[in-house]
């Protein structure tokens, strides 16, 4: 398994793709920084970082959203169109293995790049509230950090699991990637409409994916006034979401035949 | 040599689609392919070859039937069966943004225990040493093929599968892929050769089964098919008068004419030749030339497609 995992990152790695989503997603959060030191404007005595933490969160989900199934969806839909998957099953690597590798890999890079994202902007909001405000509160940041981090992970791995089985169902990254970006924002529309008045099909809303991602969003944002649902029940509907989709993602790529 | 059997299918049947709109691409097939024999799979353009392939392979489920592998079922465990095969898929393609050796390599990682060396001979074997530090993206149909024979060759397999090897090569590149294959063959391996290409069949394999809408309608050693498609060439004084006398003979199978040029050509057991020569003079019927005229394996290929055309066409 872990050859597995290594060959699929070396394949990750040699591409451009998650390197210009990484300095994309970099770009989000530092320009507003920069824009912040730049006008010097200084509204407090303090930086309070655990606020000024909620603008990268919510880059990272928002925009980690879009990135992460172009990129899972690249992953394992490229491998249909290159061809390249009928060549390595062919050399005897099973099914499972194969998703599991794949589907690992894309779990680490991910990790690693909101890791790298969020790591990034706590170190730009200390050297820009250091050179404005001249003083950082950590008052709350721990707590805040590792609950936001965690919430953003299961926000990610939901459209994760969702590309990589459009994709395989498609048997197209370009297909798998616009299914799932169309269900992304199709989602919240719909689930705008249905909140529309007060019948049954408002208390439904409460188990679509959008609404739970949005209520975690929320949360990230520490903006606790809106909390629509604990935090703990979004991730308990959005984890069964995702299992869900993987199993389905595995009993199709079982079933499949991969022909020229 | 060739006693046991390393590719068996007994039954094997594959539609695709939906029950109102079904298509069967492998019909009922039944071959045998023995250890280290060179076995040609021959068929027009969807006859259900590399359907075959992706079957032998679990690339693709079958319907019905059974496929067996080294003498083991391919459902018990595929991957282990695979191992100790290789296989030349037809358009094979690459990562494009990776050399041809990044490419070798992973393959050789995913197969593992691949020395370093193992990966710089087969690039050397195939011809592809001095461009094997270009990204794939840029290589030829011809090149990609070399690619794909040299990831194939990488782990020494007992039975290589080729689909359409020859595609996209220039006749000195196909030369050095049939010596290949029968390279391969003399260090007795078995290959299963799919090809269009009927005289490299005939040049290069001692089995084939021809294959047709997915069924086999044929298929032996090479030689036997050959035989089957022996005909005595004769040129006559008189081709009408030979036809009339020979048109009953029961033992004499086809009867061809070129009264233009006064040849006769009859499918006739060579022990017979004789007869009708006797049968002619006899009918006062001189013969000018007599001449056995091998058909070749396209001629025999073509016309057992033809005479299913046509039984096809009259059981409608």
Known sequence: ?260 | MYDSPIVKTEGLTKRFGRASRQIVAVDDLSITVRRGSIFGFLGPNGAGKTTTIGLLLGLIRATSGLISLFGRDISQDLPSLLRRTSAVLENTSFYPYLTGRQNTEIFARMTGGVPDRRIDEVLETVGLQRRAGHKAGTYSLGMRQRLAIAVALLNDPALVILDEPTNGLDPSGIIEIRNLIGELGRQGKTIFLSSHLLHEVEQVCNHAAILNKGRVIAQGPVDELLHRGRMLRMRVSDVRAAVTLLKDVTWIKTIETAAARGIVRIAVDEERFPDVNEMLVKGGIRVLEMKKSEKSLEDFFLATIEAEKAAGAGNA
Do not use: H
């Not at chain 1, 969806?73 to 794949?102: D, I, P």
């Not at chain 1, 405000?133 to 805040?144: A, M, S, V």
């Not at chain 1, 990589?164 to 529309?189: D, N, P, Q």
């Not at chain 1, 604990?230 to 299992?243: D, E, G, H, R």
């Open chain 1, 1 to 260: 398994m872990l050859r597995m995992i290594g060959i699929e990152m070396f394949k990750l790695r040699k591409r451009w793709m998650p390197y210009i989503m990484l300095l994309l997603l970099l770009a989000t959060i530092i320009i507003p920084l920069l824009e912040r030191y730049l006008s010097g404007a200084t509204q407090a005595e303090a930086l309070v970082l655990r606020d000024a933490m909620t603008s990268t969160f919510t880059s990272v989900s928002g925009l980690g959203i879009i990135l992460v199934a172009i990129l899972a969806a690249s992953m394992t839909g490229a491998e249909y169109g290159w061809g390249t998957l009928r060549q390595t099953l062919a050399r005897g690597t099973s099914r499972n293995k194969y998703l599991t590798a794949k589907l690992l890999a894309i779990v680490i890079v991910v990790s690693g790049g909101v890791l790298a994202a969020i790591l990034v902007g706590v170190i730009a909001n200390i050297i820009t509230g250091t050179l404005i405000e001249g003083i950082i509160d950590w008052n709350g940041f721990t707590g805040y950090f590792f609950a936001s981090l965690g919430r953003t992970l299961v926000m990610l791995a939901v459209y994760m699991s969702m590309a990589v089985f459009f994709a395989m169902l498609m048997r197209s990254y370009a297909t798998g990637m616009a299914v799932t970006v169309a269900w992304y924002i199709g989602e919240s529309t719909i689930i705008d409409l249905l909140s529309i008045g007060n019948g049954w099909w408002k208390e439904a809303t409460g188990y679509f994916i959008g609404y739970n991602i949005n209520n975690l969003m929320t949360m990230n944002a520490a903006d606790l006034s809106i909390e629509a649902a604990p935090w703990w029940q979004s991730c308990v509907i959005l984890l069964t979401y995702m299992i869900v989709i993987l199993t389905a993602a595995y009993y199709l790529f079982r079933r499949q035949d991969i022909t020229a």
